[in-house]
């Protein structure tokens, strides 16, 4: 796994990443252009958003019984037919199904990041997922400001069809220079989903790094859905153009991904957690002190937030990774989708304390998500009497393998 290769691959899951939204601070202009009214924009985002969460139970397990590479081919074709259909449609059917698509088919992020950790030998593991995912996050982060200057510059319509000629050069390089691999699996596929729900259950690692993320990611949702709101209001002032850079802070956290790997590689897991949890906390103390009112506290707390977020799920997927090759495609598709249903839940409950109890509701609201995570992260250290007692959700690869 050489530097190049890493850099390539956490390149290509930033580009693709990118696609699930560019189309959230463009629905003002997307939405009367295809027919959609004010109060049904958002369903471009929603819809972007389900497809993402279906790919990844029904698309990223695949990778556990077919060619991975091939697999990851077919998918970024699906990927830029979509992006090219949505830069020239004109019909709000057409738009939002092609909206679904782009979710679903962007999860081949998914496919990228375990493919990177198969290549990766058990001692740098961790360090490469790290930077693979830095390589993500960025993506994520950088979508939104990316977007809206394509879209003052060019047109809404534009970053669909750049980045569906991203998508065509990412497919002809990824697959001149990624090994073959084909898995020893031969089940149906059927049979690979219900195996799903069996790993869920017997797999305790699983479920609690799920769990602590699950918690952390809606915190983060909680708060990126609500630091907008009072930015906008009088008590801050800013306007688009400042919320644009404010989010910038973001972009910083995702440089703590591949220290929380190369942490992980050395054993440090247990307390690396602790530190993430702790972290996210203390986000939402600091803002709570201030009111909400400090634009300076609010940018420090997203900073602390974005650390302590970015350094969990690498933490995550560095434990559920060393669990087996064989079924690390369905085990990070799981994860995935767990701790995504917590971001919308963060998300959904956003609005409503914010309009109910204001931004002193949010910094509870948020302080509540790492309790729950730390309250069940305490019970790492309860002594087990039984042998068979479950193994820590922090193991480092030979406690966990097997």
Not at 33 to 54: D, R
Not at 136 to 147: D, E, N, T, V, Y
Not at 188 to 213: C, D, E, K, N, W
Request: glycine share 10%.
């Amino acid at each position: 796994m050489s530097r190049g290769l890493t850099f390539l691959i956490a390149l290509a899951c930033g580009a693709v990443a990118a696609n699930i939204y560019y189309a959230q601070p463009l629905v003002g202009l997307i939405g009367p252009a295809v027919g959609l009214n004010a109060h049904a924009a958002s369903l471009v985002v929603t819809l972007t958003q389900i497809g993402y969460g279906v790919g990844l139970v029904v698309l990223v397990p695949l990778g556990d019984i077919f060619e991975n590479r091939r697999l990851i081919m077919v998918t970024l074709v699906a990927c830029m037919a979509a992006l090219l259909s949505a830069s020239v449609a004109s019909n709000v059917g057409v738009f939002l199904g092609t909206s679904f698509v782009i979710g679903l088919s962007s999860v081949v992020v998914q496919m990228l990041v375990p493919f990177a950790a198969h290549l990766a030998p058990d001692e740098s593991r961790g360090r490469v997922v790290g930077n693979v995912m830095s390589g993500l996050l960025m993506g994520i982060l950088l979508a939104r400001p990316i977007s809206s200057t394509t879209a003052d510059l060019l047109g809404w319509r534009a970053i669909f069809a750049i980045s569906a000629g991203l998508m065509l050069v990412l497919a002809v390089i990824l697959r001149l220079v990624l090994p073959e691999r084909k898995p020893n699996a031969s089940v149906r596929y059927l049979t690979l989903l219900r195996s799903m729900g069996q790993l869920l259950v017997s797999t305790p690692i699983l479920r609690r790094r799920a769990f602590y993320h699950a918690l952390l990611f809606g915190a983060f949702s909680l708060f990126w859905t609500a630091v907008p709101l009072i930015l906008a209001s009088p008590a801050c002032g800013l306007g688009q153009g400042g919320i644009a850079l404010f989010s910038l802070a973001a972009v910083l956290g995702a440089f703590a991904a591949p220290v929380a790997g190369r942490i992980a590689d050395r054993g440090l897991t247990k307390p690396a957690t602790a530190f993430a949890i702790l972290t996210v906390v203390a986000c939402f103390l600091l803002v709570f002190a201030s009111g909400g009112h400090v634009v300076a506290s609010l940018f420090v707390g997203a900073l602390l937030l974005d650390v302590g977020v970015s350094c969990n799920l690498v933490l995550g997927q560095r434990a559920i990774f060393a669990l087996g090759a064989e079924v690390r495609s369905r085990l990070n598709g799981l994860y995935m989708a767990i701790f995504f249903c917590g971001g919308a839940v963060g998300s959904a409950v956003a609005s409503v304390v914010y309009a109910t109890y204001g931004w002193v509701g949010i910094a509870w609201c948020g302080i509540a998500f790492p309790l729950l995570a730390g309250l069940y992260y305490l019970t790492e250290w309860v002594p087990r009497r039984s042998a068979a007692a479950e193994p820590s959700a922090t193991a480092e690869p030979s406690a966990t393998a097997g």
